[in-house]
Structure formats: C-alpha cells, structure tokens
Nanobody, 117 residues
Framework: VQLQASGGGLVQAGGSLRLSCAAS????????IAWFRQAPGKEREGVSCISSINGITYYSDSVKGRFTISGDNGKSTVYLQMNTLKPEDTAVYYC???????????WGQGTQVTVSS
C-alpha cells in the first residue's frame, strides 16, 4: 500500500512537465489528494489538491493559472500538469493522500523538478 510519484525531471524555463501520483494497493475513492513541494532551505508548501469525492480543486497563488491537477479514479492516479515553469518551481514534489472517511493517510516519495533559467 503506497503512493508512487513520478514524472519529475530537468526542463528549461517556460517548459512543461506532468507529474503522476499512483496509488498502489488501494484506490483513491474518498481521498483528498495533494501535491506539496520543498525547495532547498525552504519549508514544504502546499501546491494543489483535489477531492476525489466532488472534484473540487485548490491551487496556491504561486502556481494558479499555470498548474492543473486532475484525477483518473479508474487508474487511481492523480496528475499535476505544470506549464510555463519557472526556476522558482524547482523543488522536490511530493504527493499526499488523506481520507477522513476511510481513515487512510499516505505520503509518496518525492520526485525532483528542476527548472533551468
């Protein structure tokens, strides 16, 4: 039972990446799924989240209009499409799933995103 984050890499400023967060051993029904990121020397910050129950999404001001979170319940995977990337988006990105209904809470391992100027 785990979350697997993938899709990070090195990209030039203005480029795009799509991160994936796949649930293994459980499905994401009744979960809220979030992406966090942590840059060197900085605290972990929330980037975006989505509810698998009603599809409501949230974005931090720093990524609003550039990032899009979406879910594929059939594949138990959540995606973070990141466009118009900036050097300040460089960080390790983590996914997190939490459900007050079924009582599960999981962190995925991080995936490194590096944006060069």
């Amino acid at each position: 039972v785990q979350l697997q984050a993938s899709g990070g890499g090195l990209v030039q400023a203005g480029g795009s990446l799509r991160l994936s967060c796949a649930a293994s051993g459980f499905n994401l029904d009744y979960y809220g799924i979030a992406w966090f990121r942590q840059a060197p020397g900085k605290e972990r910050e929330g980037v975006s989240c989505i509810s698998s129950i009603n599809g409501i999404t949230y974005y931090s001001d720093s990524v609003k209009g550039r990032f899009t979170i979406s879910g594929d319940n059939g594949k138990s995977t959540v995606y973070l499409q990141m466009n118009t990337l900036k050097p300040e988006d460089t960080a390790v990105y983590y996914c997190f799933a939490d459900s007050a209904i079924v009582g599960g809470r999981f962190w995925g391992q991080g995936t490194q995103v590096t944006v060069s100027s």
